[in-house]
């Protein structure tokens, strides 16, 4: 697993489903690593308001349940 990784795009949530409505607003991504391999990841420690750009760095947090990568802000 890479530690860290690029934002490529973004979106950030605003209204989810009832599973996910504790967490809005929140930020999922596709992520590029050092491979340039793409892949979508949940970015923790998102803040409203906070500045976000593509090709902004973020890093590895942890695997949720279902074994895929969250990562966060740094």
Do not use: C, H, Q, W
Request: cysteine-free.
């Amino acid at each position: 697993m890479n530690e860290k990784a690029k934002i490529y795009t973004y979106s950030i949530i605003y209204t989810a489903s009832l599973d996910f409505a504790d967490k809005v607003p929140f930020v999922v991504a596709v992520l590029e690593n050092e491979e340039n391999d793409r892949f979508m990841s949940f970015i923790e420690g998102y803040e409203k308001e906070k500045d976000i750009e593509i090709g902004m760095d973020v890093e590895f947090s942890r695997l949720n349940d279902d074994g895929n990568p969250i990562y966060r802000f740094i």
